[in-house]
C-alpha cells in the first residue's frame, strides 16, 4: 500500500455503496482473486468522468467489466465504451454482467490483445483508462496518443506498483523488476511528452493523469 493503510480504511469508511449490480461484482472479484480498481480510485473516476463528460471512452483491460459498467454509470445516456480483454476466461463473465447490467448498448467489448487491436481501431476518444498489463504500458503509449483527442484524458493504473517501483532492485523478485524498469520508462516518457501534461498522483496503487494538450508550450 502506497498511502498510510489507517487514511486508506478512513477513506473507504466515507464511501458510498455502489449500485447492486457492481456490489455483487465486487465480492465476485474478491472471491476469484479479479483485479478491480481500488474503492478509492472508484470515486476519482466517478469525479474526473463527471466534469470531463467524455462521449467516447477506450478502456485496456476489462477483467469482468467492474469498471467498464461503473464508467457507464457516469457517462451522458449517448456515451460509448469500447473495452478490451484478452483472458478467455473472464470474456464471458464480462459479457455476462454487461447484459446484466443493461449496459449492452453503450459498451463494446472487443477480445483480443490490446497491442494487437488498437492498431485496427480507426475511431478517437476522449477519455482513455490504461488499466491491462503494466509492462506494455509503454508500448501501447503510441497507439493511445492516436486514439486521444485533442483536449482527451489518459488515465492509468497501478503505476506504483505498491511502491516496489522505488525500491532497490535487489529487494524485488526477478518478474517485478522488468515491469518495474518498464513502468519506470513509461512514467518518464509520459512525463516528458510535449503534447501531454501528467501529474502522478499517489492514490490507489498509482495513477497517471494527463491530458492531451491542446497547445504545445
Ligand atoms: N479495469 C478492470 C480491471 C482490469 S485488470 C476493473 O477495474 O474492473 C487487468 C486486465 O487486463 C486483466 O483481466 C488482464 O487479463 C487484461 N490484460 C492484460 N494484458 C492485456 C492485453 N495485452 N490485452 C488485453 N487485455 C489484457
Ligand atoms: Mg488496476
Given at each position: 500500500?502506497?498511502?498510510?493503510?489507517?487514511?486508506?480504511?478512513?477513506?473507504?469508511?466515507?464511501?458510498k455503496d455502489n449500485s447492486s449490480i457492481l456490489e455483487a461484482m465486487a465480492k465476485y472479484a474478491l472471491n476469484n482473486d479479479v483485479p478491480i480498481i481500488r474503492k478509492e480510485v472508484e470515486s476519482f473516476l466517478?469525479?474526473?468522468?463527471?466534469?470531463?463528460?467524455?462521449?467516447?471512452?477506450?478502456?485496456?483491460?476489462?477483467?469482468i467489466g467492474y469498471s467498464a459498467i461503473l464508467m457507464s454509470e457516469c457517462i451522458p445516456e449517448n456515451g460509448k465504451i469500447v473495452t478490451i480483454e484478452n483472458y478467455e476466461k473472464r470474456i464471458p463473465v464480462a459479457r455476462e454482467n454487461i447484459k446484466n447490467a443493461g449496459k449492452e448498448h453503450m459498451i463494446t467489448l472487443l477480445e483480443g490483445d490490446a497491442l494487437e487491436l488498437l492498431p485496427q481501431i480507426?475511431?478517437?476518444?476522449?477519455?482513455i483508462f490504461m488499466d491491462a498489463a503494466?509492462?506494455?504500458?509503454?508500448?501501447?503509449?503510441p497507439h493511445v496518443m492516436r486514439l486521444l483527442n485533442k483536449d482527451g484524458v489518459l488515465l492509468a493504473d497501478n503505476v506504483l506498483q505498491e511502491g516496489e517501483l522505488i525500491e532497490s532492485r535487489y529487494a524485488v523478485i526477478k518478474r517485478n523488476r522488468t515491469i518495474h524498469v518498464r513502468m519506470r520508462e513509461f512514467l518518464y516518457q509520459i512525463k516528458h511528452m510535449?503534447?501531454?501534461?501528467?501529474?502522478?498522483?499517489?492514490i490507489g496503487d498509482g495513477m497517471t493523469?494527463?491530458?492531451?494538450?491542446?497547445?504545445?508550450?
Open positions: 500500500m502506497i498511502v498510510n493503510e489507517r487514511i486508506v480504511s478512513y477513506i473507504h469508511s466515507l464511501e466517478r469525479v474526473l468522468l463527471l466534469m470531463k463528460k467524455p462521449l467516447k471512452i477506450l478502456e485496456l483491460g476489462t477483467a480507426d475511431e478517437s476518444f476522449d477519455f503494466k509492462a506494455q504500458y509503454i508500448n501501447f503509449l510535449e503534447e501531454l501534461e501528467t501529474s502522478i498522483i499517489p493523469l494527463s491530458v492531451k494538450k491542446q497547445i504545445c508550450r
